[in-house]
């Protein structure tokens, strides 16, 4: 189950988003916004957060005018590692080294086959583990307030 949410800019990216997940048969849960209407990004990067990092979705794809505050909004939220991305190869690579389970798109940067490129690798790579596992659980310990050297 894929996490998907959007602020007011974003809405036909997200479309598109949707159609690229039903081609590749995942299922996906849209937590907002469902409207025009102008609204908060942090409360919708919030809610698909919450929905990756309690396990009730996999990963989750997010998407504001330029991607930063809804990426910022998802990692203040304890387990997400969410990544904002334009080109498809620091997509892969933050599946590969970094574990990220959110992706955030700038609807206002990007263009729909673009992303929906980077989606599909993004959601095709796996995390390579190894020495890179030590690295993700460096991370974990950041978030808990821990020394990590
Ligand atoms: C909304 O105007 C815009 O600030 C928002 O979509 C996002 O780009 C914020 O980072």
Redesign the pocket.
Known sequence: MIALAS?H??LELKEAIKGLLQEMGLEYKDFGTYTAESCD?PVFGARAARAVARGECDRGIII???????SLAANKIPGIRCVVCSEPYSAKLSRMHNDSNMLAF?A?VIGTEMAKMIARIWLETPFEGGRHQRRVDMLSALERGEEIE
Request: hydrophobic residues 25%.
């Open positions: 602020d800019t974003a990004y504001c005018g330029t991607g930063v505050g809804i700038g206002r």
